[in-house]
């Protein structure tokens, strides 16, 4: 939600999230970009930041893709 202009904080449930929109902000976690997505959305992410979590979401769907196959 917004207020004036600013984003305010939002708790909200990670179980409640697509399963890709769940990985994008567990990887943004382990990147430790979270704090900076949740105060300022995705939009303050640089290419470089948003292509290493596009990248690491593509590689953890091959790895789990690859163990269903086997």
Known sequence: ????????KQ??????LP???RMKYEI???????ER???NGWKSLSAKETGK????MTRKKREKLGKNLQ
């Open 37 to 39: 997505v949740r105060e």
């Open 19 to 21: 399963e890709q929109e």
């Open 11 to 16: 708790d909200f449930c990670w179980e409640d």
């Open 53 to 56: 979590i596009g990248g690491m």
């Open 1 to 8: 939600m917004t207020r004036n202009g600013i984003q305010e």
């Open 28 to 34: 943004a976690e382990e990147l430790g970009l979270l």
